[in-house]
């Protein structure tokens, strides 16, 4: 005889940490044993806003924006009809912990998304995601096509596979795309909450973020600001690569000291380098100020950094700062959009700086002029991470910068 | 009331005219571009800024009306969110 599974699993226990990487599935029943089904018909439409807003959810694709505040903007919209947009784009070239959420745990996503068209009155999901992310593609279809099943509610969502470039992430060019125009940035305003897919009120969050916000609804906004720090409460994804044992996603509690979280991942300050927080879009930090230093925004501040969408890179010891900063700022300069003259030319002139600095030429002046130059001239962000990531490095590697320029060899040729 | 001028810079092409118009608001970057800065115009500038509005070969300067202390300042607040991606 078959055992027929309880719809609810009442004995399932609020998960401590890990959360959004506890309990993984990609079976619904089985999803549905920890996550029942809302009740989404009978729920007034500010229940799950004042959720969010008592839990100070923020966005975990990079900008840390108030989860609630932009409900709110698109919920004010409501007769406008309002879209929500998954952005699965993960273009940041170290991230994978979106991908691993919609490969491993696509209800959990669909879930937030759902809530989130609930609250803020959309009758249209989009769930996009890169065209080069086969598995969560997959996955997630497959999700889709079982729930609409069993939940009707479930057939407003649908899933596009968008070019894969960092810029098509960004929220306007993803939008664009979905309008049936290139994945490249626009001029705003309007931003997406006032116009957006098919000139809706469109809401528009990144992956993680609606799968907290799933949790939050599930186990409520006291249970949420359990773990991480009073102004930025929460656990959060993130991806650690470079000299660590365990490279891949990890589960943390915002706050959580930086030096801890590496040595979690079986990496050690004393053989790196240097970290970079926040991955290509954050910040170089010096083994000290890694040291010093909790993963917050709050504390990352002062260094120019920030969490981000969670990347953290440990150079190893006999790594060359320099070279890894030039590397990334010349992937910068392919990742524009060539819509803005500053960034076309800045981002391109900065590479060849950071590429003449590696080599010994007293390139700092007109880097830090450049890096002044692009900053805030650009339709979207990108030359503002260029600029960000090429100070803390003229910082952090300021001692290779003097022995390179001297002629001595570098310590990757040392090691 | 008052006003200050704004660059599209998708669809700005650095012919640099403004520049030369207005150079009390618009100086060139390296690569030929305007740096606009949106500091209010006021009444002696407007007729300037007009005629570097006007001259814009690609129409990428607007003339943007300041409704009240603070207005557009949200501009800079949201030129902190990224990403979305950039």
Known sequence: ?????????????????????????????????????PPLSARPRGDITTAVERSGLRGRG??????????????????GKPVVVVNGSE????????????TKHPHLVLDG???????????????????NATRALRSVSVAIAERTRTEPSSRIVRVAAIPHRFVAGEETALVNWLNGGEAKPTLTPPRPFEAGV????????????????????????????EQGTDAEPGTMLV?????????????????ARLSTVIRNAG??????????????????????????????????????????????????KDACGLKETARILGWYANESAGQCGSCVHGLAAIAGGAADLFHGDDAVDRLIRWAGQVEGRGACQLPNGAARLLRSGLVVFADEIERHRSGQSCTELDA | MSHRVRVDPIACDGRGVCAELLPERISLDDWGYPIVDDSPVDDRLLPHAKRAVEQCPVIALRLERIRFRGDGDHRAAAAGDRQAAP
């Not at chain 1, 998304?113 to 065209?131: E, S």
């Not at chain 1, 469109?202 to 973020?209: M, S």
């Not at chain 1, 240097?274 to 230093?293: E, P």
């Open chain 1, 267 to 316: 990496g050690s300050l004393s053989r790196a380098r240097a970290v970079l927080v926040g991955g290509y879009f954050g910040a170089w930090l010096s083994t000290d100020q890694a040291r010093r230093t909790r993963l917050c925004d709050e504390d990352l501040r002062p260094f120019g950094a920030g969490v981000g969408c969670g990347v953290i890179v440990v150079l190893p």
């Open chain 1, 91 to 102: 273009g940041e070239p170290a991230s994978s912990k979106d991908a691993v959420l919609l």
């Open chain 1, 62 to 79: 990079g900008a840390g924006f108030p989860t609630s505040r932009k409900l709110q903007a698109v919920a004010e919209r409501a007769k």
């Open chain 1, 113 to 131: 998304a759902l809530l989130a068209a609930a609250a803020v009155g959309a009758r249209d999901v989009v769930v996009a995601i890169d065209c």
């Open chain 1, 198 to 225: 098919d000139g809706r009120p469109t809401l528009v969050d990144n992956v993680e973020t609606l799968a907290h916000l799933a949790q939050i609804v599930r186990w409520g906004p006291e249970w949420f600001r």
């Open chain 1, 239 to 255: 991806t650690i690569t470079g000299a660590v044992e365990q490279v891949g996603v990890h589960e943390v509690p915002i706050g």
């Open chain 1, 1 to 37: 005889m078959v055992a027929v599974p309880a719809l609810v699993d009442l004995d399932v226990e609020s998960p401590t940490l890990p959360r959004l990487l506890a309990g993984l599935t990609d079976n619904l029943a089985e999803h549905r044993r920890q996550y029942p089904a």
